[in-house]
């Protein structure tokens, strides 16, 4: 299954950075961004990740709540959320159980992809977008939507 726009947001519970469990719906109420990506530490993804960290007042400001979704480990995140000083959840989907359950499509068919939902405060997915290649792309579609309400 893929989700989609307009869909319901699939519910999961993972494990943060700091190893507690975040649980999607008790984040209702409020916007949340959730990005997939491939990996902790390698260029792309350090790349996207601190331009969410870099424009995180700006979601923080508009009431936003991001997650970062790779199949890394709790571990693997603190050390990543440490270097790059990320002020945000990054979580372990060390399974890919809820890369699956979002139907994040692989890249060139190998690789992990790298697509974002932003999710409105009734749990709903209002805008989904993909680009493996352009991942500073990624922060400014998801402000633009939660913007345009």
């Given at each position: 299954?893929?989700?989609?726009?307009?869909?319901?947001?699939?519910?999961?519970?993972?494990?943060?950075?700091?190893?507690?469990?975040?649980?999607?719906?008790?984040?209702?109420?409020?916007?949340?961004?959730?990005?997939?990506?491939?990996?902790?530490?390698?260029?792309g993804c350090t790349v996207e990740s601190c331009a969410f960290r870099d424009a995180h007042e700006a979601f923080t400001d508009a009431g936003v709540r991001v997650l970062g979704i790779s199949s890394d480990d709790v571990a693997s995140h603190r050390?990543?959320?440490?270097?790059?000083?990320?002020?945000?959840?990054?979580l372990?989907?060390?399974?890919?159980?809820?890369?699956?359950?979002f139907g994040v499509p692989k890249t060139l068919g190998l690789l992990p992809g790298r697509v974002t939902y932003v999710i409105d405060p009734a749990g709903v997915v209002?805008?989904?977008?993909?680009s493996q290649f352009k991942p500073k792309k990624h922060i400014d579609e998801a402000l633009a939507t939660i913007a345009a309400g």
């Open positions: 299954m893929t989700v989609t726009e307009n869909s319901p947001a699939p519910d999961f519970t993972l494990a943060d950075q700091d190893g507690v469990s975040l649980t999607l719906s008790s984040l209702r109420g409020q916007w949340v961004v959730v990005y997939f990506y491939p990996k902790d530490d390698t260029p050390a990543f959320a440490d270097k790059h000083h990320l002020p945000f959840t990054l372990a989907d060390t399974d890919g159980a809820v890369r699956r359950a209002r805008r989904v977008f993909s």
